[in-house]
């Protein structure tokens, strides 16, 4: 089946780092999907892709979708401590794009 | 966007009953999924709830054990039955409101089975 690599699985940095995580597959995609899941609540959309190549910046963050279309990176720049919580990166599997299947997920710590 | 609660939000359960959840959307969408939290893990899609016809499973979950019910383009439930220890977990729904594969969740039940 189609899956997702997330790496790292999990990063502890300092209040004001930049972070970059990544996601990869042995498949090609056609959307790339960044969610952000805080402790106790649902995943939360943050970015959408979708165009190979495509560089999207939603504040802080910003998110690319690989020429390939088999990996997609998101980056914070200027940490800060609510941007604690575990981030996934999804894509709609095969061609039904309601469903999704996720990565495992990278935990990010901010230290204050 | 669209705005998705869930019922309960917690429940912890003796082995062998069963419990239902309930999703309620604030806006009428044609697709809603159900997925699956297990501690420390990702996401997993145990099936799409279909307006009006039987859910659709993915691989590894069954009708016997997650029933499904969608009466209507606002509101589902997901059935844990005849629970066991593995499958506490947080169960969460979603819609996919623009079918375009971008997914607005709900808060989740966490599920607590002992």
């Known amino acids: 089946g189609q899956q997702l690599n997330q790496s790292p699985q999990s990063m502890f940095i300092q209040e004001g780092e930049d972070v970059s995580m990544n996601c990869t597959s042995s498949?090609?995609?056609?959307?790339w999907l960044w969610y952000k899941q805080d402790p106790g609540e649902g995943p939360v959309l943050l970015i959408a892709l979708y165009k190979a190549g495509e560089l999207t910046s939603n504040g802080r963050l910003t998110a690319q979708f690989g020429i390939t279309r088999k990996d997609s990176f998101l980056n914070i720049s200027a940490s800060i401590p609510s941007d604690v919580g575990i981030y996934f990166c999804?894509?709609?599997?095969?061609?039904?794009?309601?469903?999704?299947?996720f990565g495992d997920g990278t935990t990010l710590t901010v230290k204050p | 966007s669209a705005v998705i609660s869930q019922k309960p939000s917690r429940d912890i359960c003796q082995r062998g009953t069963s419990l239902t959840i309930q999703c309620q959307v604030d806006?009428?969408?044609?697709?809603m999924f159900w997925y699956r939290q297990q501690p420390g893990q990702s996401l997993t899609l145990i099936a799409t709830?279909?307006?009006?016809?039987?859910?659709?499973?993915e691989s590894g979950f069954v009708i016997d054990k997650f029933p499904i019910s969608r009466p209507n383009l606002t509101f589902s439930t997901l059935t844990v039955s005849n629970m066991s220890p593995e499958d506490s977990s947080i169960y969460l729904c979603s819609v996919d409101s623009m079918g375009v594969g971008e997914q607005f969740f709900g808060p989740g039940t966490r599920l607590t089975v002992l």
């Open positions: 498949s090609i995609f056609n959307t």
């Open positions: 806006s009428q969408v044609t697709m």
């Open positions: 999804a894509g709609p599997l095969n061609t039904n794009a309601g469903k999704s299947t």
């Open positions: 709830a279909n307006q009006g016809s039987e859910a659709t499973y």
